[in-house]
């Protein structure tokens, strides 16, 4: 077999797939920056669809903040090293509002950044703040706000989401709950599964069947909730005419993951970044970066032999943990492609503090990158490691974004910086 090496020059290479490096595809596109995006999946399959900015300014409290900017403003003094630090109120409301116009432009509709958080709702009948969701899922925290009457539907056969269980869990809050379940059209036999129903809704006479399923246990209801299956790639459209045969409004709820919003964006990105003019290439994995004097050589190889990137700039943002950004051994946390140098705890032991729950939390969740305010990498001195290369997202340290309820917030607000310090850098090479 003849390999055919492939040779590709750009003026930014982004690593990573994930929310980090979708968005700072965005950010560069809009900016007009020549982009190439390489990375595996990424975790973002795994997203609920919700974009949150952050719920709790002290991970260890209990107290959620309505108030994003009060709360960013307290972290802010509270925790010095924080990646929000590093960026301004401004910045990060202009880095949502930049993502959400992006993909509701390709045809994915989202509620746009307000001055509050929202309370949304999660597979376990529980609720969480975020920023901005979904319109597929924007009258779920209307119902739920107003405690409208309302049926929560599962499906015969679907694993990861039940509507017994979201309503017991949900009912002393929003007593005007009930529960149904109902036989998905032409999947009434056996396990089915949330991206194979999304799908099968793009089908006009699938929804009309659904539609009367629905209507059949709806009962006195003012809306319907359902989990996160209204179609794959125009879930808005699958939406409204479900509404409208229903003739109720109807809301989705995500599942546990992978879940279909998250899916959703992953391939919507996939088909429109390279009608866009960006150079993907998807599901490979960066195995070298060679930061030589006029550019910087990125090595990759797929089934049909090895692919080189000549970039001008590079940003990191492969993650942590389950996207491999980072690594953890017996001798301590690494960051496996570029060896850069990794905050975290002085030995092992302290990895972890004695209770799982421990509303401390854990100092594992704190390690990670250390970057100056222009978001490039620093080594163990604090020196820059390379001015071309920039990083971004949760793979940073001094942040807990599961805790904090801030991972969107963090991918965003800190792509949005480095790109545009990586576009500055261009503009005056």
């Not at 879930?235 to 993951?257: Q, S, Y």
């Not at 996207?323 to 990794?342: T, Y």
Request: with cysteine.
């Amino acid at each position: 077999m003849i390999e055919d090496k492939r040779v590709f020059t750009t003026e930014l290479a982004v690593i990573g797939s994930g929310l980090t490096g979708m968005a700072a595809s965005i950010y560069a596109i809009n900016r007009g920056i020549s982009t190439s995006l390489a990375g595996n999946t990424g975790a973002i399959a795994y997203t609920t669809g919700y974009l949150d900015l952050l719920g709790k300014a002290d991970p260890s409290s209990c107290t959620i903040f309505a108030d994003p900017w009060q709360a960013i403003a307290s972290l802010r003094e509270n925790q010095p090293h924080h990646p929000f630090a590093r960026v301004t109120d401004e910045e990060i409301r202009l880095g949502f509002e930049e993502f959400t116009a992006f993909i509701t432009s390709c045809g994915i509709k989202y509620s746009s950044p307000q001055e509050h958080n929202v309370m949304a709702l999660t597979p376990a009948g529980t609720s969480k703040p975020t920023f901005s969701v979904p319109a597929t899922m924007q009258a779920g925290v209307e119902a739920f706000a107003a405690k409208k009457h309302c049926t929560i539907v599962d499906f015969r056969g679907l694993r990861g989401f039940s509507a017994r269980q979201f309503v017991a869990n949900l009912q002393s809050e929003w007593p005007r709950l009930e529960a149904a379940r109902v036989t998905f059209p032409n999947m009434e036999h056996g396990e089915i599964y949330a991206e194979v129903m999304a799908r099968a809704l793009e089908v006009p006479a699938n929804r009309e069947a659904l539609a009367q399923e629905i209507k059949a246990v709806a009962g006195e209801s003012e809306v319907i909730g359902v989990p996160a299956v209204l179609g794959m790639h125009n879930p808005d459209e699958v939406m409204a005419d479900l509404a409208r045969l229903i003739g109720l409004p109807i809301f989705e709820i995500p599942t546990m993951p992978p879940s279909v919003p998250g899916i959703r964006l992953r391939e919507m990105f996939e088909q429109v970044f390279p009608q866009k003019g960006l150079t993907l290439v998807p599901q490979q994995k960066v195995t070298a970066v060679d930061f030589k004097a006029e550019q910087i050589q990125l090595s990759l190889r797929d089934n049909f032999g090895p692919i080189t990137i000549l970039a001008k700039t590079v940003l990191l943002a492969t993650g942590r943990f389950l996207s491999g950004g980072l690594q953890a051994q017996h001798d301590g946390i690494s960051e496996p492609l570029l060896g850069l140098h990794v905050s975290q705890s002085d030995s092992r032991d302290d990895w972890y503090r004695q209770y799982y729950m421990d509303r401390a939390g854990h100092a594992i969740h704190l390690a990670g990158i250390e970057v100056d305010d222009q978001f490039r990498p620093v080594d163990a001195h604090g020196k820059i490691v390379d001015k071309r290369l920039f990083a971004a997202g949760v793979m940073l340290a001094h942040q807990d974004w599961i805790r904090g309820r801030c991972g969107a917030g963090v991918a965003l607000a800190t792509a949005y910086r480095a790109v545009n310090e990586a576009h500055k850098l261009l503009q005056t090479a």
